[in-house]
């Protein structure tokens, strides 16, 4: 006999036909579920059904349903459109047609089931068809109905008598909507299905009903062989001591981590699975947490020398996350980053999954963290040796797989912020202490700690010097057209032309060339008139503080003032040259001594008859020019006849000459120590 439903507001004995907005509830469908969501959700349907006929055959088929017409080109596998899911289950029963029909139904609340996962079918499929077999009392039944799409969550319904002698369900997803799309080899999404499915698989104590993917004029897939076949093995589980773990003392909840290698991982990377009834729902990757699940791992051949790539996935398992799943099983409800309201969050649970997926790889994790610490090692000898003692104590573990040096660096000073940030912290604490207990080893802890953080600093210093030596070297030598640098270029290396030291920083400038005393001017002039209008204007003119005083400008400071001469050059020694460096040194004095000269902000140059005053003039000691200083200039040789010297009495002035090979050797000789004991 057969019964056809009424188009009435009354649907199959009187009972109330459903009133749901099925357009907006799809719409309202989070963006994080995909094109396997309502796939995944028949066949778990499926495997439910059949665990409530424990008498019937356990096994689900699958079948692929492609386009009638190849691809375009001919030479490509035609779109799968559509999906059929049969399986030996109890059968759609007058109960669970009426769940079926009630939004948010909860008869399958003990199983995990939320009510909604069959409008996931709508979001991706233009409808969903139903054939189902089921035992009305004693007499075999066939149903058969398709999902709503307007307002009815179960149109076109008839129910007759069936001749058949097992129960079972058909479901038809028909016509992926347009923009969606599945893989086109059956392989692939065979593969997918099992790691959306694993839990299923690998369950204790479970048997999982045997699951098929087919299609026509091809060989079936049994998705249950990626685990039990060693042969042909995809997928293979790793033991890991740490593979249960409890969070949230003042409620706790006890997750399960299992662990496995998934071969041949294409372009997937190494990921953390959080599973709720049996299902992988979300998840993060591994690297997130461990940077050495970065890239894929490699595992040898047992004796042909042959191999092939892997990933891994961790899956956790816990009654907290069946519990907190999201209707649409796309998500959790519980916060990512920090929850206060249920007590744990997916951030929580991921970074102790990351640490069983550490354990179970072991030395795998570990070779690739030594050779990132041996990167890490090469970059500070070879690039940054006043980071060396900050090595002993610094945690790398939070660096990229394989590092650049920008990357090694930027970790490196977020590590000496921290740690500087921390000793103030606790000098801090130690200056609000009201009690002298134990003072003594505060100040001796907090002071170690300053002197290692400050030799650090100097460490990086006096190696930026060996750096600033070697260019020095170079710019003094001739170039491959056997000209010289200018001496603007030497110059800048010393101190940037046209600048003075209020517009750039003490660590710009390399003034201990000349003199390791110019380090403490307390401001400089460089190539700029001295009245900031067109004047004659030095080289370099230096107001210095004596280490002693800290006045600005007081009549006892001395002033220096440099002139540089090009490498090579010694065409100022002519008698038509106005150029003559030691004249013009003489002359800048001289002008400063009768006030003609004011500080950067206009104030009058203080000085009295016994302000000293020191010249230098670098330039190469040709023996002409040697000549000119000794016959000319009445210059007193230095012993290694590298530098010469002469006081004029009447202006307080002190004029060194000197060779560019001297400032280099000498700068050489005074860091030499510091180098050495650096090993650069």
């Known amino acids: ?71 375009m080109y001919g030479d490509v596998l035609p779109d799968i459109h559509s999906f059929s899911v049969e399986d030996s289950g109890i059968g759609f029963t007058d109960d669970h047609r009426e769940s079926f029909d009630t939004l948010y139904t909860d008869m399958k609340a003990s199983q995990g089931g939320k009510g909604f996962g069959r409008f996931t079918c709508l979001k991706y499929f233009e409808g969903m068809e139903v054939e189902s077999r089921f035992l009305d009392g004693k007499q075999m039944k066939v149903r058969r109905f398709s999902m709503g799409t307007q307002n009815d969550i179960i149109v076109d319904e008839t129910v007759e008598d069936s001749e058949d002698l097992a129960t079972g369900s058909k479901i038809l997803l028909r ?95 190494s990921k953390i699975c959080l599973a709720a009834n049996h299902r992988d729902v979300a998840g993060s990757v591994l690297s997130k947490y461990i940077p050495e699940f970065e890239d894929e791992f490699f595992e040898h051949g ?81 690039s940054a040796p006043w980071h060396k003692e900050m090595l002993e104590t610094v945690d790398i573990t939070s660096l990229p797989l394989n590092p650049s040096e920008d990357q090694i660096e930027e970790h490196l000073q977020r590590a000496k912020f921290s740690r500087e940030r921390k000793i103030k912290a606790t000098v801090s604490s130690i200056l609000a202490k009201s009690g002298l207990d134990h003072l003594e080893d505060d100040v001796k802890a907090v002071v170690e700690s300053i002197s290692a953080t400050s030799k650090n600093d100097l460490v990086h210093y006096v190696a930026l010097r060996r750096n600033l030596l070697d260019l020095f070297e170079k710019s003094l030598q001739r170039r491959t057209d056997g000209k010289y640098e200018s001496e603007g270029f030497v110059h800048d290396i010393i101190f940037p032309r046209k600048q003075d030291s209020d517009g750039i920083p003490f660590a710009s400038h390399q003034l201990w060339l000349i003199d390791e005393r110019l380090n403490f001017t307390s401001y400089m002039s460089s190539d700029k008139p001295l009245n900031g209008h067109p004047s004659d204007r030095p080289d370099l003119l230096a107001f210095g503080n004596r280490i002693a005083f800290r006045g600005d400008n007081e009549a006892s400071n001395p002033i220096t003032v440099f002139e540089f001469k090009r490498p090579n050059r010694d065409d100022f020694t ?107």
């Open 175 to 269: 016509t992926l909507k347009a923009s969606r799309s599945f893989e086109k080899k059956l392989s692939t999404i065979g593969r997918n299905l099992v790691e959306k499915l694993l839990p299923y698989f690998v369950t204790e104590d479970y048997s999982c009903p045997e699951i098929t993917l087919f299609e026509d004029g091809a060989l079936p897939i049994v998705l249950n062989d990626y685990l039990k076949n060693d042969l042909a093995a995809d997928i293979k589980e790793i033991a890991t001591s740490a593979s249960t773990f409890t969070l949230n003392p003042d409620a706790p909840e006890a997750f399960k981590v299992r662990v496995f290698k998934f071969y041949h991982p294409r372009s997937q990377k």
């Open 1 to 71: 006999m057969r019964i056809q439903t009424r188009q009435t507001r009354r649907g199959l004995a009187g009972k109330a036909v459903s009133n749901v907005n099925i357009r907006r509830a799809v719409e309202n469908i989070r963006a994080n579920t995909t094109v396997y969501t309502p796939l995944v959700e028949v066949i778990v349907n499926a495997i439910q059904a059949i665990d409530a006929n424990p008498n019937g055959v356990r096994k689900i088929k699958i079948q692929a349903i492609r386009d009638p017409q190849p691809d």
């Open 302 to 382: 047992e004796s042909d020398g042959s191999g092939r790539n892997y990933i891994i996935k961790a899956y956790v398992f816990g009654n907290y996350l069946d519990r907190h799943v999201s209707l649409e099983r796309g998500g959790f409800e519980f916060q990512i980053e920090r929850d206060l309201v249920y007590g744990i969050s997916q951030t929580e649970i991921e970074a102790e999954a990351a640490a069983a997926a550490k354990a179970a790889l072991g030395g795998e994790i570990s070779t690739r963290q030594d050779r990132k610490r041996e990167q890490v090692q090469s970059y500070v000898d070879g």
């Open 574 to 680: 002519n008698p038509s040259s106005n150029e003559d460096p030691i004249a013009q040194i003489v002359r800048y004095v001289n002008s400063i001594r009768s006030g003609e000269y004011l500080t950067p902000v206009g104030r009058k140059i203080m000085v009295l008859p016994n302000t000293p005053f020191y010249g230098y003039v670098v330039c190469s000691l040709s023996t002409k020019v040697e000549k000119w200083l000794e016959e000319e200039k009445n210059f007193k040789s230095m012993p290694d006849r590298l530098g010469w010297f002469y006081w004029f009495e009447k202006i307080n002035l002190y004029i060194e000459v000197l060779s560019w090979d001297k400032v280099l050797r000498d700068a050489q000789m005074r860091n030499r120590v510091f180098f050495k004991m650096l090993g650069i």
